[in-house]
């Protein structure tokens, strides 16, 4: 785990899909720099224990609630359960998303249809419990500067666009906009809104493009910086966003992506 001072000392978090990949590391992150934090998780419970019980064991407060984010009722009881626990929420990371890759002219509706679910309408749903919330209990400037905080994680292709993945691709620059708006619509209610958009970052969801080395080969060609990420590098933006040295940044986009995004293909300055 990476060394963070304790900037996020009696704040509950909610970081959804953090039983693995980039919400995992984000939780720990976030519990690192003193948040209690809330694991969201869908499915398997034992992963979302394992990160439950590693806080615990360093010395954070942690609790796993399983919710599907594509679902009003389950967003509300979630959150619900989270303040009945732990009095409120002061940061919400709007993590959980999906790929379901596929040529546009097959892709089914279904398929169009879900992945809009989970990674659109879920951080619609988490965002607007969580700003409901903070708008409720008010402002507590002696443990942030800020009344509440969202981070959202976008991608590199909110930018970038990604030849059959259209969802995907479509998902990510409807969150782009939706960070930005809701930025505007509560700044003066003191509410931080911002996103991270990672590049390619090593986890499950992008197995095929690492696992091989010809794939990884292939893959470095597009990242100046000559490596994958690592879960950590997004989590560390996370907890940078959250904190009050991050006091004066609402609806940016944070890019933690090596380089992927500054057209590579021009590093020779050739042609
Ligand atoms: C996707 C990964 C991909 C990366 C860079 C991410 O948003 O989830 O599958 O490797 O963008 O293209």
Redesign the pocket.
Same mark, same amino acid.
């Given at each position: 785990m990476a060394d963070h001072t304790h900037s996020l000392q009696q704040q509950v978090a909610i970081v959804t899909g953090a039983s693995t990949g980039i919400g995992r590391q984000t939780a720990f992150a976030l519990a690192e720099a003193g948040a209690t934090v809330v694991v969201n998780y869908i499915g398997s419970r034992t992963p979302a224990d394992d990160v439950v019980g590693q806080i615990k064991e360093g010395g954070g407060r942690a609790l796993a609630i399983e919710a599907d984010i594509s679902r009003e009722d389950q967003v509300e009881a979630m959150f619900k359960q989270a303040i009945d626990q732990f009095g409120t929420v002061h940061i919400l990371v709007n993590n959980a998303?999906i790929?379901k890759d596929c040529a546009f002219t097959e892709m089914t509706l279904a398929d169009w249809q879900k992945v809009i679910d989970v990674n659109l309408t879920g951080q619609f749903l988490c965002s607007r419990a969580a700003i409901r919330e903070y708008l409720r209990r008010g402002p507590q400037p002696g443990i942030s500067k800020a009344t509440g905080k969202i981070v959202c994680i976008s991608?590199?292709?909110q930018r &970038?666009p990604?030849a059959k993945h259209a969802n995907?691709a479509a998902s990510?620059g409807g969150v782009m906009l939706l960070v930005q708006t809701l930025a505007q619509e509560f700044a003066s209610r003191k509410i931080r809104v911002n996103s991270v958009a990672?590049? *390619? &970052?090593k986890t499950a &969801?992008?197995h095929a *493009?690492w696992a091989t080395e010809d794939a990884l080969d292939k893959?470095l060609e597009?990242i100046p910086y000559g490596r994958i990420g690592d879960a950590e590098d997004v989590g560390n933006a996370v907890v940078w966003l959250c904190s009050d040295a991050a006091d004066y940044v609402t609806g940016t986009t944070l890019v933690v992506?090596g380089g992927?995004t500054l057209y590579p293909s021009f590093s020779t300055g050739d042609g």
């Open positions: 998303g790929e991608s590199v292709h &970038i990604w995907y990510k990672p590049g *390619a &970052i &969801i992008n *493009a893959l597009m992506d992927m």
